[in-house]
């Protein structure tokens, strides 16, 4: 299944490409290191969220892009699971199409003639802080909520649909050395601006949240 998915990569503005099933467990995945396996599930966890309503909503979708500010997520079912791939902008999505058709009638050959049933891995352990809560809660519930999700909006600007689980591991290291207290706010944000590889960006994702600070 790799094979496939590598050769699904070499379409010009594709970054990686993964297979999940129903129950939104990675099969395969083809993706550059900087994206690891608890990125991809946050990814999954996200579609399963938007595309189960699209499913109602239409009867059935065949092709579903998800354009973000910096990136697209282009999606394809295929016997009852999921072909995903994280694209460029600039993407041509005429021979991203042609590209999936064919790896598509490979993957549907590969579960015809395969017996494997795929086990989930392990959940990363989240870190936590603060009372034991973890760096999810932490960012959903917790009383630095309101200026954590206000960084990941604005993260989300920058970096596109990759935000929410970068923040979540930027959130996750930042409670290994620190307290969740406003004042250890900014050690947070210069671990998040780290994550964007564009120094002028960073500049202006760090004035954005500078009032959460």
């Known amino acids: 299944m790799e094979e496939i998915l590598m050769q699904l990569n070499t379409v010009s503005g594709t970054i990686g490409s993964m297979v999940c099933d129903s129950r939104g467990h990675i099969l395969a995945h083809?993706?550059?290191?900087?994206?690891?396996?608890?990125?991809?599930?946050?990814?999954?966890?996200?579609?399963?969220?938007?595309?189960?309503?699209?499913?109602?909503?239409t009867g059935g979708v065949k092709l579903t892009d998800f354009r973000y500010r910096n990136g697209r997520i282009i999606v394809k079912p295929v016997d009852g699971s999921w072909l995903v791939l994280l694209c460029e902008n600039s993407v041509n999505l005429q021979l991203i199409s042609i590209?999936?058709?064919?790896?598509?009638?490979?993957?549907?050959?590969?579960?015809?003639?395969?017996?494997?049933v795929a086990t989930p891995a392990k959940p990363k352990k989240q870190t936590s802080g603060g009372g034991g809560i973890s760096a999810q809660q932490l960012i959903e519930e917790g009383l630095l909520s309101e200026q954590l999700q206000g960084m990941q909006a604005a993260l989300a600007k920058y970096i596109g649909p990759m935000a929410k689980i970068i923040f979540l591991e930027c959130v996750e290291k930042w409670l290994q050395s620190h307290q969740p207290?406003?004042?250890?706010?900014?050690?947070?944000?210069?671990?998040?601006?780290?994550?964007?590889?564009?120094s002028t960006k960073a500049a202006e994702f760090h004035h954005k949240v500078s009032h959460f600070l």
């Open 30 to 57: 083809a993706f550059p290191s900087l994206y690891d396996s608890n990125m991809l599930k946050g990814v999954v966890a996200v579609l399963s969220e938007n595309y189960s309503g699209l499913e109602e909503i």
């Open 99 to 116: 590209s999936l058709n064919v790896a598509i009638k490979k993957l549907e050959q590969h579960f015809a003639t395969s017996d494997t």
């Open 181 to 198: 207290v406003n004042d250890s706010l900014p050690y947070l944000v210069d671990i998040v601006v780290k994550e964007i590889n564009d």
